[in-house]
């Protein structure tokens, strides 16, 4: 994936909230989310790389501490407010507890206009396809996105 410069998206797009489904809410990652977004990703590595779309993602194999975690959120957090990527954390309804993650960015292949991924925690593997389907729609109703890439599930 490149560096954006750019925003993603037109500066008159309204940016989508989020997302609310029966099984999980998506909302901006922010710094409230960091110790459950930590736990959720540090306790699911394995099942991350093995998810479609992550392969090859050096992130996951650095050892990072909470307050790593904590300046790699800031990060998105500004690119949020750039409009130059978006990263939304997927809650648990009831809990509000980090259980994936959904990233919105500049694709860098050919023929594709945002590079989009997504992941469950590891115990909550159940929910990658709920979540990729509602993604799919989300994108295709709320985006502007003509042609996302985003791994099949």
Known sequence: M????????????????????EQFVLEPLDFRHNE???????????????TPGFGGRTWLDLDLSLA???????????????????????????????????YI?????????????SWTRADRAHLDRPLYDAVSRWLSDAWPFRRPDYAAR
Do not use: M
Request: overall charge negative; some cysteine; charged content about 20%.
């Open 2 to 21: 490149t560096e954006p410069t750019a925003p993603l998206v037109p500066g008159d797009f309204a940016v989508p909230p989020g997302l609310a489904a």
């Open 36 to 50: 459950s977004d930590y736990a959720a990703w540090t306790s699911s590595v394995a099942h991350i790389k093995a």
């Open 68 to 102: 790593d975690n904590a300046a790699d959120i800031g990060t998105h957090v500004a690119q949020f407010a750039d409009r130059t990527r978006f990263a939304y954390t997927v809650l648990d309804p009831g809990s509000a507890e980090v259980i994936g993650c959904v």
């Open 105 to 117: 960015g500049s694709s860098d292949r050919d023929g594709y206009d945002a590079d989009v991924r």
